[in-house]
């Protein structure tokens, strides 16, 4: 068990020539193991501890991204304790839940245009958050779909498709808010 104050992520992408750019951290909240909700930027709706290194955590992310040769995205899951360690959790090599937020106006470039940027050769777009950043909320299987957070101004809905299996911890798609 690991004691920490708040888990986050860093979505990196990389490209052939092994250039590289951060989005800044997103903070995630998670409820019985499953991602609940997002925060992007990480500080959005909650004071973050001053020992909080956004640059130690971009440096280890790189290291990563290089080890691995990663060329695309790569996001990696962190956790900060309380004794002001960051240390890693998860690692996915590709688009990731976390980084939903980034869609729906959130950011300037959402992950899944870098993503294609970075594999093509062609310039990375921006990383930084628009209009504050944004809040995602997944959208889970056990009949919370969130009618309320639908209605909210500048929200937008992603549905995945998929097709209830009654089944509380699938994710059957997601809500980003902006402007909140």
């Known amino acids: 068990m690991v004691d920490y104050d708040f888990e986050f992520s860093v979505i990196l992408a990389r490209n052939e020539l092994g250039e590289m750019v951060c989005y800044p951290p997103c903070r995630n909240v998670h409820k019985g193991g499953i991602l609940r909700e997002t925060f992007w930027p990480l500080s959005n709706g909650k004071d973050i501890?001053?020992?909080?290194?956004?640059?130690?955590?971009?440096?280890?992310?790189?290291?990563?991204?290089?080890?691995?040769n990663v060329v695309g995205l790569l996001t990696v899951e962190f956790f900060f304790t309380k004794d002001g360690r960051i240390l890693f959790n998860e690692i996915a090599p590709r688009a990731h839940n976390s980084g939903h937020v980034t869609m729906g106006g959130a950011a300037y470039t959402s992950q899944f245009e870098q993503h294609i940027r970075s594999i093509c050769g062609m310039p990375f777009g921006s990383t930084e958050p628009r209009n504050g950043g944004g809040h995602m909320i997944n959208i889970l299987g056990n009949g919370d779909l969130y009618d309320a957070e639908i209605q909210v101004p500048h929200s937008k809905v992603h549905w995945y498709g998929k097709v209830p299996r009654g089944d509380e911890h699938q994710k059957l798609g997601h809500i980003v808010r902006t402007n909140w």
């Open 49 to 68: 501890d001053r020992r909080f290194s956004e640059e130690e955590a971009f440096k280890c992310t790189k290291k990563i991204a290089e080890h691995l």
